[in-house]
């Protein structure tokens, strides 16, 4: 798994409130991904980072912003969740030109 | 831009017929293409790269340049085959990885 882990798991969340999901890695990856998994729409990336405090954005950055304090971290907020957020996100890191994938949170936004 | 094009959602085949998931992309530079899989309740995972143009759990996929597609092809699907396959396009910086839309293969038994 790369070292990988997601949290939380699992949230339920109303409309209009913030929410921040964690993305922690123990192998010192340079690179770190967020992505989100709809059906009809596969994987969008949202945004990833290059290294500690360099990020960019993705196919569907709005409305998400993201941080990287230290390399084992990526945190990824909603500022004001959206119904239209109500997703699976997926952290993933890259090891040479493969990516490996965190076992995903499951958002749902009320 | 790069884009990635599964045109399939849902392949359904029975135990032991022949399976092709297509994919197709489009990209300026040299690309370099991966098929990955999502079985069910696990993560997403790496199935085979183009680059090293080998065979996963009876898998092969082969880039055609002119045809712009890299489908994913099985001689004799299994029941355990049955999963979500992502076609995904990697920049040739790599540090952007784009997925298709995802194909749900379903073999019966």
């Known amino acids: 798994d790369a070292g990988i882990t997601q949290s939380p798991r699992h949230k339920v969340t109303e409309t209009g409130t913030p929410v921040t999901l964690r993305c922690h890695q123990t192998?010192?990856?340079?690179?770190m991904y967020w992505y989100r998994q709809d059906p009809g729409h596969g994987l969008r990336l949202i945004h990833y980072?290059?290294?500690?405090?360099?990020?960019d954005k993705g196919e569907v950055s709005d409305g998400y912003s993201v941080s990287r304090s230290k390399t084992e971290d990526f945190l990824l907020t909603l500022e004001s969740a959206t119904s239209s957020q109500t997703s699976v996100y997926f952290c993933?890191?890259?090891?040479?030109?493969?990516?490996?994938f965190g076992q995903g949170t499951r958002l749902t936004v009320v | 831009a790069q884009r990635v094009t599964q045109p399939e959602k849902l392949l359904s085949v029975f135990k032991g017929a022949p399976v092709e998931l297509k994919c197709n992309y489009s990209?300026?530079?040299?690309?370099?293409l991966f098929w990955y899989v999502q079985y069910s309740r696990q993560r997403l995972q790496l199935l085979l790269r183009?680059?090293s143009r080998e065979s996963i759990k009876g898998f092969t996929a082969d880039l055609n340049k002119g045809e712009t597609s890299f489908h994913l092809k099985k001689p004799f699907a299994q029941e355990e085959d049955s999963a979500m396959y992502y076609c995904?396009?990697?920049?040739?910086?790599?540090?952007?990885?784009?997925f298709g839309g995802g194909t749900r293969l379903m073999v019966k038994p």
């Open positions: 183009h680059i």
């Open positions: 192998e010192n990856h340079r690179y």
């Open positions: 990209y300026s530079g040299s690309p370099e």
């Open positions: 980072s290059y290294g500690v405090k360099d990020t």
């Open positions: 995904a396009l990697a920049n040739n910086a790599g540090n952007m990885l784009t």
């Open positions: 993933a890191i890259r090891q040479d030109t493969e990516a490996f």
